[in-house]
């Protein structure tokens, strides 16, 4: 099992940079690929970035593709959302999740652990 907690949001200005945290608990990190997904007031969940169990592959939604960078420290058990040139769009929660499953990695569903979430709040 996987315990996830995010951090690191908070309000901004459009321009701005923010970079998210999930910590992860337990020993078996490096074995989950992890994504990150927001979900804005009156939305459906949305999918943001995914990144593969070694690091080695990333993949982002059209939507911040150029903006924001996904990474992973598997020695500390985290996984970060560097987000660039923050747009009042982007303001949302921010959910980081963990996978078991190496495919179909834009789909919340396939995702087992999820975190709380942090709030992502742009301003115009």
């Known amino acids: 099992q996987v315990q996830l907690v995010e951090s690191g949001g908070g309000l901004v200005q459009a321009g701005a940079s923010l970079t998210l945290s999930c910590a992860a608990s337990g020993r078996t990190f490096s074995s989950y690929a992890m994504g990150w997904f927001r979900q804005a007031p009156g939305k459906e969940r949305e999918f943001v970035a995914t990144i593969t169990r070694s690091g080695g592959g990333t993949y982002y939604a059209d939507s911040v593709k150029g903006r924001f960078t996904i990474s992973r420290d598997n020695a500390k058990n985290t996984v970060y959302l560097q987000m660039n040139s923050l747009k009042p769009e982007d303001t949302a929660v921010y959910y980081c999740?963990?996978?078991?499953?190496?495919?179909?990695?834009?789909?919340?569903?396939?995702?087992?652990?999820w975190g709380p979430g942090t709030q992502v709040t742009v301003s115009s």
């Open positions: 999740a963990a996978s078991i499953s190496q495919v179909a990695l834009t789909v919340a569903s396939n995702y087992k652990y």
